[in-house]
C-alpha cells in the first residue's frame, strides 16, 4: 500500500473530476484504479465494497468512502479546505451546492438526445449567467469576482495556470481528465449498461 488516497471511477471527468481537482488544488497524490468495463463495476459490487452499488469510491484512511459530497467533505476537512468556523463552512456548502447543481446537468447532459441536449445547455448557461455567489441577485461580490478574473486574465491568459498547486494538474498528461468524446460515451454507455 502507498498510502495515497485510491480512487475507483471510469476514466471521465463525471462525478470524480471535482475531487481530481480538490485533492490537486491541496498537493495531495492519489492513484486511481480505472473501471473499464462492467466487469469491472460488477467485481466491485460483489466485492460489497460500494455502499449503494455505485462509484465514485475512495480508499483513504482505512475507509472505503463513497458519495461524491462525502467524499469531497472528508478532504475538505482533511486538509483545511473547510473554512474556520461552522457559519464559514455554511457558506462554502451553500457556494459548492449551488455549483454541484450545474455539475449535475453537466457530466450528463451529452446523453440526452438532440433537442433535449440543447436544453440542458441553455439551462446551464441560464444558471450560470444568474445564480450568484451571494443570495439570487447579483450583488457588488460577483461584480468584483467576474472583474478581477478578467483583468488577471489580461495580465497573464493562463492564469488559471498560475495557482501553483493547480499548475501541474492543468497540464497536458495530468491526472485531468479530458472532456467526453463520442468513444468515452460509448464505453460510459458499455459499464453502466444504459
Ligand atoms: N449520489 C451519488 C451518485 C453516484 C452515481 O450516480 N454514480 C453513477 C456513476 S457516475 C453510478 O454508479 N451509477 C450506477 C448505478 O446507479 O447503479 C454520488 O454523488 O456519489
Same mark, same amino acid.
Given at each position: 500500500?502507498?498510502? *495515497?488516497?485510491? &480512487?475507483?471511477?471510469?476514466?471521465?471527468?463525471?462525478?470524480?473530476?471535482?475531487?481530481?481537482?480538490?485533492? /490537486?488544488?491541496?498537493?495531495?497524490?492519489?492513484?486511481?484504479? &480505472?473501471?473499464?468495463?462492467?466487469?469491472?463495476?460488477?467485481?466491485?459490487?460483489?466485492?460489497?465494497?460500494?455502499? %449503494?452499488?455505485?462509484?465514485?469510491?475512495?480508499?483513504?484512511?482505512?475507509?472505503?468512502?463513497?458519495?461524491?459530497? /462525502?467524499?469531497?467533505? +472528508?478532504?475538505?476537512?482533511? +486538509?483545511?479546505?473547510?473554512? *474556520?468556523?461552522?457559519?464559514?463552512?455554511?457558506?462554502?456548502?451553500? +457556494?459548492?451546492?449551488?455549483?454541484?447543481?450545474?455539475?449535475?446537468? &453537466?457530466?450528463?447532459?451529452? &446523453?440526452?438526445?438532440?433537442?433535449?441536449?440543447?436544453?440542458?445547455?441553455?439551462?446551464?448557461?441560464?444558471?450560470?449567467?444568474?445564480? +450568484?455567489?451571494?443570495?439570487?441577485?447579483?450583488?457588488?461580490?460577483?461584480?468584483?469576482?467576474?472583474?478581477?478574473?478578467?483583468?488577471?486574465?489580461?495580465?497573464?491568459?493562463?492564469?488559471?495556470?498560475?495557482?501553483?498547486?493547480?499548475? *501541474? !494538474?492543468?497540464?497536458?498528461?495530468?491526472?485531468?481528465?479530458?472532456?467526453?468524446?463520442?468513444? /468515452?460515451?460509448?464505453?460510459?454507455?458499455?459499464? %453502466?449498461? !444504459?
Amino acid at each position: 500500500m502507498s498510502g *495515497k488516497p485510491l &480512487f475507483h471511477y471510469d476514466e471521465v471527468r463525471g462525478r470524480m473530476e471535482s475531487v481530481r481537482w480538490l485533492l /490537486a488544488a491541496a498537493g495531495v497524490e492519489y492513484e486511481e484504479k &480505472f473501471i473499464q468495463t462492467n466487469e469491472d463495476l460488477e467485481k466491485l459490487r460483489s466485492d460489497g465494497v460500494l455502499m %449503494f452499488q455505485q462509484v465514485p469510491m475512495v480508499e483513504v484512511d482505512g475507509m472505503k468512502l463513497v458519495q461524491t459530497r /462525502a467524499i469531497l467533505n +472528508y478532504f475538505s476537512s482533511k +486538509y483545511n479546505l473547510y473554512g *474556520k468556523d461552522m457559519k464559514e463552512r455554511a457558506l462554502i456548502d451553500m +457556494y459548492s451546492e449551488g455549483l454541484a447543481d450545474l455539475n449535475d446537468i &453537466f457530466i450528463i447532459y451529452p &446523453f440526452f438526445p438532440p433537442g433535449v441536449k440543447e436544453a440542458k445547455i441553455s439551462l446551464m448557461k441560464e444558471k450560470a449567467t444568474n445564480h +450568484y455567489l451571494v443570495g439570487n441577485k447579483l450583488s457588488k461580490a460577483d461584480i468584483h469576482l467576474v472583474e478581477m478574473i478578467y483583468n488577471m486574465e489580461e495580465l497573464d491568459a493562463n492564469i488559471i495556470a498560475n495557482f501553483p498547486l493547480l499548475q *501541474k !494538474f492543468l497540464q497536458p498528461g495530468s491526472q485531468r481528465q479530458p472532456p467526453l468524446d463520442e468513444k /468515452a460515451m460509448e464505453k460510459i454507455k458499455m459499464i %453502466f449498461k !444504459f
